[in-house]
């Protein structure tokens, strides 16, 4: 029995995703995935990647999506709608949405012509994993003819450490991907070594997701083990 995403990956294929029948030649070249724990500068990752793509072709030429429902600030003074920032003081404008085949409007519409990348910014907090895997796919195969390369970044797994299945599809299909790392928040006091790849999670909500960013605790596994599942 084959599976949705084959399915749907035919479907759009060969009907084309206006239902013209006509594929589009494929132009994008590059999927990178930046995936890590929490406070690991993924989003610093992120704006490294665009600003020579920004300093040489104009504002214009990338697009950053995030989700709407991350409205944490973590620059003094700033919002958290509408912009990605970094721990090192830098941000990015950004388009907030609600879905991800949000992307796909915005890409279509007139003022998206030059776009050449795209980032999407905390691909685990979107409800909708087949929903992501559609988007992916629209990327990949029916997306503007100028589009060349795509950076999504996210946590690779939930406070329990296990993966965030759409971070895993991603991360399977990706060119390239960049694991980020950072300091351990319980046993590293000096920054020498970078081994925390885990998020720790304070207080006793089960949910998966819980928007902010004062509960969470980059950790090394050891002290993850230690502090947060034993
Ligand atoms: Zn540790």
Known sequence: MAAPFQV??????????????????????SIEVIAGPMRSRKSDELILCFEP????????AVRVFK?????????????????????????????????????LAHLRS????????????????FDDPEGFERLHHHL???????LQRVIYCGCDTNFKGEPFRIMGYLMCVATLVKKTKSLCE??????????????????????????????????????????FLS
Not at 14 to 28: A, D, H, L, P, V
Not at 111 to 119: C, E, L, M, N, P
């Open 110 to 125: 007139p003022g998206a012509q030059d776009v050449v990348a795209i980032g999407i910014e905390e691909v685990h907090l």
């Open 8 to 29: 749907v990956h035919r479907k759009y294929l060969f009907e084309g995703y206006n239902g013209t029948g006509k594929r589009r030649t494929m132009t994008i070249s």
């Open 140 to 146: 990949t195969y029916e997306c503007p003819p100028t």
């Open 53 to 60: 793509i920004v300093t040489l072709m104009g504002q214009n």
């Open 186 to 227: 319980r046993c590293q006091p000096t920054p020498v070594v970078e081994h925390a790849t885990r998020t720790g999670r304070m207080g006793h909500s089960t949910e998966e997701i819980q928007i902010g960013d004062a509960p969470y605790v980059a950790t090394c596994l050891g002290c993850h083990h230690k502090f």
């Open 67 to 103: 989700p709407r429902k991350d409205s944490r600030v973590l620059l003094p003074g700033q919002a958290g709608m509408g912009t990605v920032q970094s721990r090192r003081g830098t941000k990015m404008s950004a388009i907030d949405i609600d879905h991800p085949l949000d992307v």
